[in-house]
């Protein structure tokens, strides 16, 4: 797999604004060692204080032997778990923390995330981790598709004006990463749908580069600095410096 050719910048953004995060998830997908029917119990034990509200998903409905005969749906979270800054999204197979659409910052994720690999330690029904990922996607109105680095091109000629989805997978040291920019994308806010360019960044580490409870928390420090860098090296100079960044 070729690396995505990305210029790296020599400063990155503490933060930008306004913000252009609408959510980041990272997941966990795990191998349980007992029965899946009592996971959700088990979890719900461990996390209801903080995250008392718990809502069924459309996945939880499915039949298992429908769920376990399509892989589309191995991986999809059964059970919605509320809390002030942020949701736990949790299935048979993953777990995920994610954030609302107020982003709340690396600060505010980082000890959430460290507080939820505990509960999970202490419960003890993971015989395993086979992915850790971390995903941000990323909103802009309108079309920026111009103020990135990347496009598509015709004839030598980028294309403009023109309703584009770019989809690459890629390395990036020792993760995996999927970039998808959709310049048509709508997304519901405040209640009314709004158009504009979706920029849609996952990193992923597999199973044999990561131990959740020893390396964890280091890795996914890690995909949120390249997630970073990947996120701010697409952007164009000028485009940057128009989301009024700020450096420590």
């Not at 131990?211 to 952007?235: D, Q, W």
């Amino acid at each position: 797999m070729t690396p995505l050719a990305i210029r790296e910048i020599d400063r990155l953004p503490q933060r930008v604004n306004p913000r252009p995060v609408v959510e980041a998830v990272f997941e966990i997908r795990y191998v349980p060692d007992r029965d899946p029917s009592l996971l959700p119990g088990l979890f719900h034990a461990a996390v209801c204080k903080r995250y008392p509200k718990v809502d069924t998903l459309p996945a939880y409905h499915i039949p298992e032997e429908f769920r376990q005969a399509t892989p589309d749906f191995t991986y999809q979270a059964h059970h919605v778990f509320h809390g002030d800054k942020f949701r736990i999204q949790f299935g048979p197979r993953v777990i995920s923390l994610v954030t609302h659409h107020d982003y709340p910052g690396w600060s505010s994720i980082l000890p959430e995330l460290e507080w939820l690999i505990g509960r999970l330690k202490d419960t003890s029904f993971l015989s395993g981790a086979e992915r850790l990922g971390t995903r941000y996607i990323n909103f802009f109105s309108g079309d920026v598709t111009n103020d990135l680095v990347i496009g598509l091109h015709a004839d030598g000629q980028k294309l403009q004006g023109n309703e584009m989805t770019f989809t690459t997978i890629f390395d990036r040291e020792e993760f995996r990463g999927r970039l998808v920019v959709n310049n048509m994308a709508s997304i519901l806010r405040n209640n009314e749908a709004e158009s504009g360019t979706i920029i849609d960044l996952d990193l992923w580490l597999g199973a044999s580069q990561f131990s959740l409870f020893e390396t964890g928390i280091t890795r996914f420090e890690e995909a949120h600095r390249l997630n970073k860098e990947v996120f701010f090296g697409l952007l164009k100079d000028e485009f940057l410096d128009s989301l009024n960044p700020e450096y420590g």
